[in-house]
């Protein structure tokens, strides 16, 4: 038999009655009466948008109602925000840290996670933001990873809604102080200057304390332990300043705990400093300073502790390859090596030399034979006898300045 949907003008009227508008969406339910079906019955077909959307149609005679429903999935959860934002440097080391998302995150999810870690607490401080306060500053120029865990272990929306994949986001702390940095090389006995505080200072074992002071260094003074040091070495201090002088402390330092000597800040230094300090690693090898005297005759004078521990003739450089003037930490040693380049006149050499110490580029302390010394034989090395080679070298550790005068 052939069959046929039939609408009548009433039903066609109820069903646009109830049509509902959700989202944006329509819905709208058409009661249909199958002309093959017995009397009293019918179908009901419903077109759906966002999720909750209910259609019923208006009963008409012989006729009954039936309603439908569908859920859209839940969107993904998002990371809207961060503070302080990737890249970002010169962060202060007790910032506190933010994430905000897209939606609130639920009582039971994960927090986000940080490397390295300080203590602290996360805590919700918005409607979808959660901040971390750090109790203890971070180390000065540690390079800081927050990570917001995504998947199926990762946060977890109100809704229901997760994050697909981990968010990562990197940035780097300050500086510490400069003064505070020279205050804590003083008290390692690096430096040929004593610091002491003038009032509260944190003891040695206070990590926290330590950290804080980093940052925000105590009141103190600082003092020549040996008046007998020479004038040239005097001038060379500053007080919260980078200079040479504390590039070549730093150095020091560096080459005892097996950090690169290259008297670069960074947060393996202060981490080290800070660990020294704790378990009261002092230096025992005192402080070294050389002058390389061009004024004939030439020579090179060492002071160890504020007492002169080398005087002794040298070669410097001559008028086409001279040494130049200034102060230079030794970085490079050897006990021997060959030296090879080229000759104002072009032509090559290789020396073999003993006891060599760099300060400046290709310039080093070191043994060369020679008919005489005290005179510009080199091609901007300081050139001593063997004796003294050998006697110098000790002295001329990484870090050790290097002062051309003359």
Known sequence: MHRRWSLSPLQLTAALVAAVVVGGAVAVALTRTHSGHPAGTSRTTTTTGSPGATTTSAPGAGTTTSTATTVAPVTALQVSSTSPANGASHISGTTPISVTFSAPLSANSPMPTLVPNVAGQWKASGPATVTFAPQAPFVPLSAVTLTVPGGSGGVLGAGGAKLTANVDTTFRIEDGSMLRLQQLLSELDYSPLAWSATGTAPAAADATGQLQAAYSPPAGTFSWRQSTWPAQLKALWRPGAYTVMTKGLVMSFQADHGLTVNGRLGP??????????????????????????????????????????????????????????????????????????????????????QFVAYFNGGDAVHYLARADYGIPQSLGCIELPLSSAAAAWPYLAYGTLVDVVG
């Open 268 to 353: 393996g230094l202060w981490n080290d400093l800070l660990q020294a300090i704790a378990a009261n690693n002092l230096n025992t090898g005192g402080y070294n300073f050389a002058l390389g005297n061009k004024t004939p005759p030439e020579s090179l004078t060492i002071w160890h502790d504020g007492a002169v521990a080398l005087h002794a003739g040298a070669n410097t450089g001559i008028a086409q390859s001279p040494t130049a003037d200034g102060t230079f930490p030794v970085y490079a040693r050897y006990r021997s090596q060959t030296m090879r380049g080229t000759n104002p006149g072009g032509s090559s050499y290789a020396d073999p030399v």
